[in-house]
């Protein structure tokens, strides 16, 4: 591992790469397209977009079948799409299940759509996925959530789909 990729916390790496994919951009951070760990990262965060698509769609509607709490705060997500005929268990760390509630709190909801309780972000979600994001702000040198909330522009767009 180089230098430049030792600076680079993981979590929030995952974390980025969840919530707004399209941020970082192959010319400028090579190292997150070469080195091997960066390539599990992307791997497992666009896994964890295709999760967030499923749970938020519209048509066809997922269902979430069951959320098991693990020992170490993670949990085992099933849910399916009937219409589909299409199935998944995912294992998810604790990280994993609050970057993946938290990235569903920011999709749009309609009454029709009303997301599942149990897939309802929490505080310690929220903190988990902040304070991630904090360390990536350090290390890359951005600006952080403390200096964006007291700017006047507004945040930029993203997407959110892979």
């Not at 048509?59 to 799409?81: F, H, N, S, W």
Request: glycine share 4%; proline share 6%.
């Amino acid at each position: 591992m180089n230098a430049g990729s030792e600076r680079i916390d993981r979590d929030a790496l995952l974390c980025a790469l969840v919530l707004a994919p399209t941020t970082f951009a192959r010319n400028r951070f090579f190292v997150l397209y070469t080195e091997p760990w960066a390539r599990r990262t992307r791997s497992r965060a666009a896994q964890l977009r295709t999760i967030v698509r499923h749970l938020a769609a519209q048509t066809p509607k997922a269902e979430l079948r069951e959320l098991l709490p693990l020992d170490d705060g993670g949990a085992i997500l099933r849910y399916g799409v009937h219409d589909l005929h299409f199935e998944r268990t995912a294992i998810l760390d604790a990280l994993e299940l609050a970057v993946v509630r938290f990235a569903l709190e920011q999709r749009p909801h309609t009454t029709n759509n009303a997301p599942d309780l149990r897939m309802a972000t929490t505080d310690d979600d929220r903190r988990r996925v902040e304070q991630a994001l904090a360390k990536l702000t350090e290390r890359l040198g951005l600006a952080s959530v403390s200096d964006l909330s007291n700017s006047s522009l507004p945040p930029p767009p993203t997407t959110g789909d892979s």
